[in-house]
């Protein structure tokens, strides 16, 4: 099916193309919009993302940016982590459209959200490529609309969507999928080189994650070429400016000028579990739910009963077409034009190795079937550094969730009378939306929450606050330490309301040595007394009074003045 030597290609125009995307489009807007509403798309509704979820972070995280100068390099962000800076990648803030929308933000209201649109958007994509994958099988406009709704009642989509925005942005892999099967429409260097760096490039801004997911089916699309001797050379070099063209991307943006490790704890912990792709957990109204080891809902890859019928329809479909062929006669299986072989050989292989390269990456490096641990491969430690850096492995296994889902698509509508093909497809949506609704339920409840700003009540906050720019932390852990995560995100919520900088926010790829040294400097600088512009939150009332700041006791906090 990835075969060029197809005439079903021949048959697909632009056009097609082009009425296919927006209608699978369509069907994924309806599904957001039948689960999560429309009150999100108010850009100036952030009450829903003040919840204390991680989403507050990301909010944030974008308030932050968009109060930040501009700067060289421009994703940098000021204040989050006074003195030090970071970037508007480590927030998990969908870089992509942070940068899009400030571009524009003197034009936008003082509360501005792009959340509730990004995840439509999302939605709308993932639709889009669905159907254009599933046009490659058919010329059903209806079998295309549906498998688009298919597609975007995905669990992983929905259990991402609000909890870790960008990566519910799984369109990026579609479109991986999407180039790879209409490899034909990008045969010369140009196209190829233009189609995965453009997408390599949308995939780093949307969320680093997105880099080994691109270059996975990247990788597929030139080993097919190799193998079937056409073009390969050209693939390696769009491969060599791809990457040198997304390496310079991320430098602009200052993904490197943040100074710490890129590699992370927890690699092996937040694997992909061998029997994801089937365990429902408690999402599924007719399976069961499998036991998993722990952190391994990070690799929650449930297909859904819909998409597990589909499979199994696909492998039968399979099996008939292999029986069906070997019945040919030689002469018929001779003729080049009508087999293929090496094409088609070319295409079974690379497919094949894909699969497998992304159940290892998801599975690795400690694989584990149900609670049990199954091998530890023992991986040169240059892999084990590279793969610390992307240690939540087990988010790979969306890469083979949706091969399955196009490979199905595919081989359905190419195999399966038209009437049937959409009739059975319709069957597998109704299965699907029915299995995975209490997923749906538990998700919808994300985007009407209970405020999670909640320790900082007191009026007296207002009152303190009045002329200050810097709201200092000492030592920058006692907020966290005290009250937790919410209360973290609580304090630079309040801080970047009021335009002030902060010492501390949770965000990723922190150097915690350097805030150690910073708590000195900025202690420092208050035993001299240079800080009538800082407003403090101390770990005891000693602390202040030792510093010579005047302390009040507010919702559970000291907090010092210089007065």
Same mark, same amino acid.
């Given at each position: 099916? /990835?075969?060029?030597?197809?005439?079903?290609?021949?048959?697909?125009?632009?056009?097609?193309?082009?009425?296919?995307?927006?209608?699978?489009?369509?069907?994924?807007?309806?599904?957001?919009?039948?689960?999560?509403? @429309?009150?999100?798309?108010?850009?100036?509704?952030?009450?829903?993302?003040?919840?204390? *979820?991680?989403?507050?972070?990301?909010? #944030?995280?974008?308030?932050?940016?968009?109060?930040?100068?501009?700067?060289?390099?421009?994703?940098?962000?000021?204040?989050?982590?006074?003195?030090?800076?970071?970037?508007?990648? =480590?927030?998990?803030?969908? $870089?992509?459209?942070?940068?899009?929308?400030?571009?524009?933000?003197?034009?936008?209201?003082?509360?501005?959200? =792009?959340?509730?649109?990004?995840?439509?958007?999302?939605?709308?994509?993932?639709?889009?490529?669905?159907?254009?994958?599933?046009?490659?099988?058919?010329?059903?406009?209806? =079998?295309?609309?549906?498998?688009?709704?298919?597609?975007?009642?995905?669990?992983?989509?929905?259990?991402?969507?609000?909890?870790?925005?960008?990566?519910? &942005?799984?369109?990026?892999?579609?479109?991986?999928? %999407?180039?790879?099967?209409?490899? $034909?429409?990008?045969?010369?260097?140009?196209?190829?080189?233009?189609?995965?760096?453009?997408?390599?490039?949308?995939?780093?801004?949307?969320?680093?994650?997105?880099?080994?997911?691109?270059?996975? /089916?990247?990788?597929?699309?030139?080993?097919?070429?190799?193998?079937?001797?056409?073009?390969?050379? *050209?693939?390696?070099?769009?491969?060599?400016?791809? #990457?040198?063209?997304?390496?310079? +991307?991320?430098?602009?943006?200052?993904?490197?000028?943040?100074?710490?490790?890129?590699?992370?704890?927890?690699?092996?912990?937040?694997?992909?579990?061998?029997? &994801?792709?089937?365990?429902? +957990?408690?999402? &599924?109204?007719?399976?069961?739910?499998? $036991?998993?080891?722990?952190?391994?809902?990070?690799?929650?890859?449930?297909?859904?009963?819909?998409?597990?019928?589909?499979?199994?329809?696909?492998?039968?479909?399979?099996?008939?077409?292999?029986?069906?062929?070997?019945?040919? %006669?030689?002469?018929?299986?001779?003729?080049?034009?009508?087999?293929?072989?090496?094409?088609?050989?070319?295409?079974?292989?690379?497919?094949?190795?894909?699969?497998?390269?992304?159940?290892?990456?998801?599975?690795?490096?400690?694989?584990?079937?149900?609670?049990?641990?199954?091998?530890?491969?023992?991986?040169?430690?240059?892999?084990?550094?590279?793969?610390?850096?992307?240690?939540?492995?087990?988010?790979?296994?969306?890469?083979?969730?949706? /091969? #399955?889902?196009?490979?199905?698509?595919?081989?359905?509508?190419?195999?399966?009378?038209?009437?049937?093909?959409? +009739?059975?497809?319709?069957?597998?949506? @109704? @299965?699907?939306?029915?299995? @995975?609704?209490?997923?749906?339920?538990?998700?919808?409840?994300?985007?009407?929450?209970?405020?999670?700003?909640?320790?900082?009540?007191?009026? *007296?906050?207002?009152?303190?606050?009045?002329?200050? #720019?810097?709201?200092?932390?000492?030592?920058?852990?006692? +907020?966290?330490?005290?009250?937790?995560?919410?209360?973290?995100?609580?304090?630079?919520?309040?801080?970047?309301?009021?335009?002030?900088?902060?010492?501390?926010?949770?965000?990723?790829?922190?150097?915690?040595?350097?805030?150690?040294? *910073?708590?000195?400097?900025?202690?420092?600088?208050?035993?001299?007394?240079?800080?009538?512009?800082?407003?403090?939150?101390?770990?005891?009332?000693?602390?202040?009074?030792?510093?010579?700041?005047?302390?009040?006791?507010?919702?559970?906090?000291?907090?010092?003045?210089?007065?």
């Amino acid at each position: 099916m /990835f075969n060029v030597n197809n005439d079903t290609y021949k048959r697909i125009t632009s056009r097609d193309i082009r009425n296919v995307f927006l209608l699978g489009g369509l069907a994924g807007m309806l599904v957001f919009i039948a689960c999560y509403g @429309v009150s999100i798309l108010d850009v100036t509704n952030d009450a829903w993302l003040l919840s204390g *979820e991680d989403i507050t972070q990301h909010y #944030i995280g974008w308030k932050f940016y968009r109060a930040s100068e501009w700067t060289f390099p421009i994703g940098q962000i000021q204040g989050i982590l006074y003195p030090q800076t970071s970037c508007i990648i =480590y927030s998990d803030s969908n $870089p992509l459209l942070a940068i899009f929308f400030k571009l524009f933000s003197p034009l936008l209201p003082e509360t501005f959200q =792009y959340f509730g649109i990004s995840g439509l958007l999302s939605f709308f994509l993932v639709g889009a490529f669905a159907g254009v994958i599933a046009r490659r099988g058919t010329e059903s406009r209806c =079998y295309c609309f549906l498998a688009a709704g298919l597609t975007s009642f995905s669990p992983y989509l929905f259990y991402r969507m609000f909890i870790h925005t960008a990566l519910a &942005s799984q369109w990026i892999i579609l479109a991986a999928i %999407t180039i790879w099967v209409y490899r $034909p429409y990008f045969s010369s260097w140009k196209k190829k080189t233009a189609a995965w760096t453009i997408l390599l490039v949308a995939g780093t801004l949307t969320h680093i994650y997105y880099i080994p997911m691109v270059m996975l /089916f990247f990788f597929g699309f030139g080993l097919q070429d190799l193998i079937s001797g056409k073009g390969w050379k *050209e693939d390696l070099a769009a491969a060599v400016v791809s #990457i040198g063209v997304d390496l310079a +991307v991320l430098y602009i943006v200052g993904a490197f000028s943040v100074h710490t490790s890129m590699e992370d704890t927890g690699l092996g912990v937040y694997s992909a579990n061998v029997n &994801s792709l089937i365990n429902p +957990v408690i999402f &599924s109204r007719f399976l069961p739910g499998l $036991p998993y080891g722990e952190g391994q809902l990070e690799g929650f890859g449930y297909l859904g009963l819909g998409v597990l019928i589909l499979t199994a329809g696909t492998v039968i479909l399979a099996i008939y077409g292999v029986y069906k062929n070997r019945k040919k %006669t030689a002469e018929e299986n001779a003729l080049p034009e009508k087999n293929g072989r090496r094409d088609t050989l070319a295409a079974g292989i690379s497919v094949t190795i894909v699969f497998l390269l992304g159940f290892l990456l998801a599975f690795s490096p400690v694989i584990r079937c149900g609670e049990n641990e199954v091998l530890t491969i023992q991986y040169p430690q240059f892999i084990i550094s590279l793969l610390s850096v992307f240690r939540t492995t087990g988010r790979f296994i969306w890469c083979v969730a949706y /091969f #399955i889902i196009s490979l199905g698509l595919i081989t359905v509508g190419r195999m399966v009378k038209k009437k049937g093909a959409v +009739v059975f497809l319709a069957v597998l949506l @109704v @299965v699907q939306a029915v299995d @995975v609704w209490p997923l749906v339920q538990v998700r919808k409840e994300l985007v009407h929450p209970e405020s999670g700003m909640v320790t900082m009540k007191s009026e *007296e906050w207002e009152t303190l606050a009045e002329g200050k #720019i810097h709201l200092t932390i000492l030592p920058w852990s006692t +907020v966290h330490g005290m009250n937790g995560l919410k209360a973290a995100y609580e304090t630079g919520n309040f801080a970047v309301d009021h335009g002030m900088t902060i010492n501390y926010f949770p965000i990723a790829r922190i150097d915690y040595e350097k805030l150690a040294e *910073e708590d000195g400097v900025l202690r420092q600088k208050a035993e001299n007394r240079e800080d009538e512009d800082t407003l403090y939150i101390l770990d005891t009332r000693e602390a202040g009074e030792v510093l010579g700041l005047v302390v009040y006791e507010i919702d559970g906090y000291y907090v010092g003045i210089r007065e």
